[in-house]
């Protein structure tokens, strides 16, 4: 049903918008960017810059990522010699969103169920909840969709059952959502907080998924760094997956394992939650020694929004 949704809403939407649409004349600016980032790349400019050396004598750093350039930047790349790049453009800023609008209500099917309420009736309101559906018109190839996507999966992975794979899903969810950008930084910390908080109360029965986070953020925080890192990445911000907040993060992601392996010696709850405040306060301060940035999480420097 969600999938079968999302479709008929995309093909109402785009039929609405053709005009515009098949002009690839997108619904925001930032959409826009971020086509032409994708063109920029399957052109050949490098991987790691994300550049724009058309603004400006020197080029403007932007402060985005490659993660969300993927599936576009794939269906571009393998529609244009059948298609010609228009065509495969306009497929992919169509499909694009389409393909996250479905995983979105696929999510929120899942999670309904898990709270036992009407899984029909979750999607159809989801679908319809405006401004949030906005996120995934025809063309709207911009991060944001890709955000809600990641924060529904980190949403499940708190409310499934314990055990290390929702911790390990949770852990992915989160580095891969701080690569594509910093708005969905506060939502990544209240959810590792509730995975802290859920050990401190019932001990050794979250163990398992609290290690499996940790493990996962401090993984999946390292290879982000080699796979992701950016021509920006020495730029003195924390707005973007760059050197200061990688730095922030990773101190942080020592937190939930080193509470986890400390578990069995924390019987009563009221020592787990102790020694929960007293990590994250030695954390907490270690990473804005490291990147002060972070006080003032403002792009500064030779960059672009």
């Keep these: 049903m969600a999938a079968g949704l999302a479709a008929l809403l995309a093909l109402v939407w785009a039929w609405r918008d053709w005009a515009a649409l098949s002009a690839l004349q997108l619904p925001d600016t930032d959409d826009v960017m971020r086509l032409q980032q994708i063109r920029d790349w399957l052109a050949g400019q490098g991987w790691n810059d994300l550049a724009q050396h058309r603004l400006g004598p020197e080029g403007l750093e932007m402060h985005w990522s490659r993660l969300p350039d993927l599936v576009p930047g794939a269906i571009v790349a393998l529609l244009t010699p059948l298609l010609g790049a ?10 694009s969103p389409m393909l996250l609008f479905a995983a979105a209500l696929m999510l929120i099917a899942s999670i ?8 029909p009736v979750a999607v159809v309101v989801a679908a319809l909840a405006y401004p949030a559906s906005a996120l995934f018109l025809p063309g709207r190839i911009d991060h944001h969709g890709v955000q809600l996507v990641l924060v529904l999966i980190l ?19 989160s580095v891969a959502s701080l690569v594509v950008g910093m708005e969905t930084a506060p939502f990544l910390g209240l959810g590792g907080g509730v995975l ?15 290690l499996g986070y940790g493990v996962a953020l401090v993984a999946g925080l390292g290879i982000a760094a ?25 101190v ?8 986890a392996l400390a578990g069995s010696r924390l019987v009563a709850p009221r020592a787990r939650v102790g020694a929960a405040i007293l990590l994250g306060g030695v954390a907490a301060a270690v990473a804005l020694a ?3 940035a972070c006080l003032s999480p403002l792009w500064r420097g030779r960059s672009v929004a």
């Design 86 to 95: 228009h065509g495969a453009e306009l497929v992919a800023v169509m499909l």
């Design 112 to 119: 309904a169920r898990r709270l036992e309420v009407s899984a």
């Design 155 to 173: 949403v499940r992975a708190l409310i499934c059952p314990g055990g290390w794979r929702s911790g390990v899903s949770a852990g992915v969810a």
């Design 196 to 210: 802290v908080l859920r050990w401190a109360v019932a001990g050794e029965g979250e163990r398992p998924r609290l």
């Design 226 to 250: 080699l796979l992701f890192r950016t021509s920006g990445w020495n730029v003195a911000s924390c707005d973007a997956f760059a050197a200061p907040l990688w730095r922030a993060a990773q």
């Design 252 to 259: 942080a992601a020592l937190v939930p394992p080193g509470l």
């Design 290 to 292: 490291l990147s002060p």
